[in-house]
């Protein structure tokens, strides 16, 4: 009884931001990301009745208490749906640059709800497995699928049409994604903290609830009619949005650094000199910049001329979970 899931993070050009039920990971708005190549995280999850409880070995340490806590909460539901108590042994390794520190949390729930049901033999559909990995993490939902993938918000309370599906597959457009790494500090407001005090307190969300969804259907145009320059523009305006509604929230805080600033004024530079870039930011202080395949190099090197800047991963459309016969983690 055990399994082997590789699963790749992404990068939302449509944001999810903020929930409309936290135990069920319900967002309050549909989102739209690029699974990418170059990040994953790989998974073995082990099931035996030997097993007195539930453990994680993760990066090659055994996890703290905390991390074991959430692991079983989400391997509860997979055993819910197995009709079985029996524990389970986790190991899971993430591939990601060391210098990122950008662990996610979007591949690792991913990956282990493909695992930990294939270990239990489930059987499940895409929907399914993505409706499960957003138990986990709300973003995961979207790393079941590979190149572009929405993940529709759903109305039923249960949750059982909460679930991304794929917009176009990893071969059919090829953007880049620029994995820019900045010299910085700890963040200090975790994602989920942080959609948690926006929903909660700041005026602006009402005004990021407004046009998310037409940013969304804008998206989806871009992406239907292979507009890059459609693309870019929505983006980083949605992700300037998503982030101008921390500035509103009680206590404010901000995500970006001052190196995330170096590297946002360097996009918007590179674009009035007309080299064709946009950015997008996360939960974080590191930068995401789209460009087309023909300009990375350039742009990559640009960006890694900043002092700021400690590392440029090019990155394009990568693939949904893969299953593995061996282990190499
Ligand atoms: C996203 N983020 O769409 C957004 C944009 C961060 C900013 O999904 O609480 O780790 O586990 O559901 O998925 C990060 O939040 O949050 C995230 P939970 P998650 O990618």
């Given at each position: 009884?055990?399994a082997?899931a590789?699963?790749?993070?992404?990068?939302?050009?449509?944001?999810?931001?903020?929930k409309?039920?936290?135990?069920?990971?319900?967002?309050?708005?549909?989102?739209?990301?690029?699974t990418?190549d170059?990040?994953?995280?790989?998974?073995?999850?082990?099931?035996?009745?030997?097993?007195?409880?539930?453990?994680?070995?993760?990066?090659?340490?055994?996890?703290?208490?905390?991390e074991?806590v959430?692991?079983t909460?989400?391997?509860?539901h997979?055993?819910?749906?197995a009709?079985?108590?029996?524990?389970?042994?986790?190991?899971?390794?993430?591939?990601?640059?060391?210098?990122?520190?950008?662990a996610?949390?979007?591949s690792?729930?991913?990956a282990?709800?493909?695992?930990?049901?294939?270990?239990?033999?489930?059987?499940?559909t895409g929907?399914?497995?993505?409706?499960?990995?957003r138990?986990?993490?709300g973003?995961?939902?979207?790393?079941?699928f590979g190149?572009?993938v929405?993940?529709?918000?759903?109305?039923?309370?249960?949750?059982?049409d909460?679930?991304?599906t794929?917009?176009?597959?990893e071969?059919?457009w090829?953007?880049?994604?620029?994995?820019?790494v900045?010299e910085?500090?700890?963040?200090?407001?975790?994602?989920r903290?942080?959609?948690?005090?926006?929903?909660?307190t700041?005026?602006?969300?009402?005004?990021?609830?407004?046009?998310?969804?037409?940013?969304?259907?804008?998206m989806?145009?871009?992406?239907?009619?292979?507009?890059?320059?459609?693309?870019?523009?929505?983006?980083e305006?949605?992700?300037?949005?998503?982030?101008?509604?921390?500035?509103?929230?009680k206590?404010?805080?901000?995500?970006?650094?001052?190196?995330?600033?170096?590297?946002?004024?360097?996009?918007?530079?590179?674009?009035?000199?007309?080299?064709?870039?946009?950015?997008?930011?996360d939960?974080?202080?590191?930068?995401?910049?789209?460009?087309?395949?023909?300009?990375?190099?350039?742009?990559?090197?640009?960006?890694?001329?900043?002092?700021?800047?400690?590392?440029?991963?090019?990155?394009?459309p990568?693939?949904?979970i893969?299953?593995l016969?061996d282990?190499?983690?």
């Amino acid at each position: 009884m055990e399994a082997i899931a590789r699963a790749h993070t992404n990068i939302a050009l449509i944001k999810y931001w903020g929930k409309r039920n936290s135990q069920l990971f319900l967002p309050t708005n549909s989102s739209l990301s690029i699974t990418l190549d170059h990040f994953y995280t790989e998974t073995k999850v082990q099931f035996s009745d030997q097993f007195e409880k539930d453990s994680l070995l993760l990066d090659g340490n055994q996890a703290a208490d905390k991390e074991i806590v959430k692991i079983t909460a989400f391997l509860n539901h997979v055993r819910n749906l197995a009709g079985t108590k029996t524990f389970a042994k986790v190991t899971s390794v993430n591939h990601v640059p060391t210098a990122a520190g950008f662990a996610s949390s979007a591949s690792g729930y991913a990956a282990l709800a493909a695992a930990a049901s294939k270990a239990l033999q489930l059987d499940l559909t895409g929907t399914e497995l993505s409706a499960l990995a957003r138990q986990g993490s709300g973003s995961a939902s979207r790393s079941i699928f590979g190149g572009f993938v929405e993940w529709q918000k759903g109305d039923n309370t249960d949750g059982t049409d909460s679930f991304a599906t794929q917009v176009l597959d990893e071969q059919a457009w090829n953007v880049s994604v620029l994995s820019v790494v900045v010299e910085a500090g700890p963040k200090s407001v975790s994602s989920r903290d942080g959609m948690q005090r926006t929903v909660e307190t700041s005026p602006f969300y009402e005004g990021w609830l407004a046009t998310v969804e037409e940013d969304l259907k804008l998206m989806k145009e871009a992406i239907n009619d292979r507009d890059f320059t459609q693309l870019g523009e929505i983006a980083e305006a949605n992700a300037l949005k998503m982030h101008a509604t921390t500035l509103g929230a009680k206590p404010p805080f901000l995500y970006w650094q001052s190196a995330t600033l170096d590297v946002m004024q360097k996009v918007m530079e590179l674009r009035q000199q007309g080299l064709e870039a946009y950015f997008t930011i996360d939960a974080g202080p590191n930068v995401k910049v789209l460009c087309e395949p023909e300009n990375e190099q350039m742009i990559k090197e640009k960006l890694a001329a900043l002092s700021s800047v400690r590392d440029v991963i090019v990155c394009h459309p990568g693939p949904g979970i893969q299953y593995l016969s061996d282990w190499n983690g």
